[in-house]
Structure formats: structure tokens, C-alpha cells
């Protein structure tokens, strides 16, 4: 099973800043199947980014993902008010797993 | 449009099962295999594992063997989790979620499970 390890827990930033989220696998991800997950309390998840750095359909061109092996990183390029939630990680190269998440909060 | 549509909220003693339904529409039930991810209150997700919708096959995820069962009417396009001696731990919102033609969720499904 791959261990997937997500940090920081919780961020603190400011409408406008950059964040920058990190994602660690305990072993490679093969063909780098990672995807990253926006949730909003109540919500489903909502997929952002699959392959480590392809957009889902409608995501806005400030949420970016790269990465490969075993290290990832989301990067919001300057948050939103709405961009305030939780993210995770999730691997789906071998079987699947997800991040414990970041808690990105307004500061 | 593809949903995934799932039963309403459940309250249940220890030591009793549940069965969240996950109804399928938009697209050919058999064409994407379901998948159920577990969020206990104030917690993460963790993938519970898929059933492939062809086969009727399920697989588990390590933490959920036992009293985890996948299962299918395909007549309905529906796709079942049961949970059975169900712990005052399994309290959580259960979805299910179709993944192999696009990124799909269910709605989720509150279990609480207190005596």
C-alpha cells in the first residue's frame, strides 16, 4: 500500500498570496497517478488535478500540480476567498489512497 | 448527466448493519466500476475499495475486510455497501464514486452509529 503524507497540516495565508502544497508518497507512484482534491465542508471532494499536473474540466488556470516519483506539490498562484478548504492527495497507480490533507485557511 | 444518487441519512444501534444504496444514471452502469471512500466526523478521506461493475468483483482496502460488503443490482444501476456489527467508530459519511470515465461522486451518506 502507498502511503501518501501531506504538509503542512494546516496553512495560513492571505487572499492573494501563493500557496504551495506538498504531497509524499512512501514509494512511487507508478505513471505518476496523482490526483488532488479540493473539499468544502458538506461537499463531495472536487477533483482539481490528475497526472500530477494535468487541470480537471472548469479548474481555473491558477491551481497547478507537479511533480513525480514520489514528491508532488499543488500551488494555488494566488489565492481566492473561495480557495479557503481542505486538499488532498490522492495516488491511484497502485490500488488507491489519500492524503490525511492540508487545511488551507484564510489568515 | 452522470450522477450518483445515495440513500438518506441512517441512525443505528452497535452491533447492527446498514445498507447505503448508490443509484447510477448518465451513462452505462457497467462501463465504470464504483469505488467507496469513508470520512469519519472531522477527519480525511480513506478509500474503501471498488467493485468492478462487469465481474461483480469486489476488492478491499486492508482497513476494511470483514464487515465491508460491496454488491451489485445492475438491473437498477445500483450499487450497495453493508456494513454489518456496525462499532460506534464507523460513525462517518460514506460516497461512493465512479472514476473511470471522468471524476464523480455521491452526495455521501451519513451513518451514525450511538446506542
Known amino acids: 500500500e502507498i502511503v501518501l503524507t501531506q504538509s503542512p497540516g494546516t496553512l495560513s495565508l492571505s487572499p492573494g498570496e501563493r500557496a504551495t502544497l506538498s504531497c509524499r508518497a512512501s514509494?512511487?507512484?507508478?505513471?505518476?497517478?496523482l490526483a488532488w482534491y479540493q473539499q468544502k465542508p458538506g461537499q463531495a471532494p472536487r477533483l482539481l488535478i490528475y497526472?500530477?499536473?494535468s487541470r480537471a474540466t472548469g479548474i481555473p488556470e491558477r491551481f497547478s500540480g507537479s511533480g513525480s516519483g514520489t514528491d508532488f506539490t499543488l500551488t494555488i498562484s494566488r489565492l481566492e476567498p473561495e480557495d479557503f478548504a481542505l486538499y488532498y492527495c490522492?495516488?491511484?497507480?497502485?490500488?488507491?489512497?489519500f492524503g490525511q490533507g492540508t487545511k488551507l485557511e484564510i489568515k | 448527466q452522470v450522477q450518483l444518487v445515495q440513500s438518506g441519512s441512517e441512525l443505528k444501534k452497535p452491533g447492527a448493519s446498514v445498507k447505503v444504496s448508490c443509484k447510477a444514471s448518465?451513462?452505462?452502469?457497467?462501463?465504470?466500476?464504483i469505488h467507496w471512500v469513508r470520512q469519519a466526523p472531522g477527519q480525511g478521506l480513506e478509500w474503501m475499495g471498488w467493485?468492478?461493475?462487469?465481474?461483480?468483483?469486489?476488492a478491499y482496502a486492508q482497513a476494511f475486510t470483514g464487515r465491508f460488503v460491496f454488491s451489485l443490482d445492475t438491473s437498477v444501476s445500483t450499487a450497495y455497501l453493508q456494513i454489518s456489527s456496525l462499532k460506534v467508530d464507523d460513525t462517518a459519511v460514506y460516497y461512493c464514486?465512479?472514476?473511470?470515465?471522468?471524476?464523480?461522486w455521491g452526495q455521501g451518506t451519513l451513518v451514525t452509529v450511538s446506542s
Open positions: 464514486a465512479a472514476f473511470d470515465y471522468g471524476d464523480y
Open positions: 448518465g451513462y452505462t452502469f457497467t462501463d465504470s466500476s
Open positions: 467493485i468492478n461493475t462487469n465481474t461483480g468483483k469486489p
Open positions: 514509494q512511487s507512484v507508478p505513471s505518476n497517478y
Open positions: 497526472g500530477a499536473s
Open positions: 490522492q495516488q491511484y497507480g497502485n490500488s488507491r489512497s
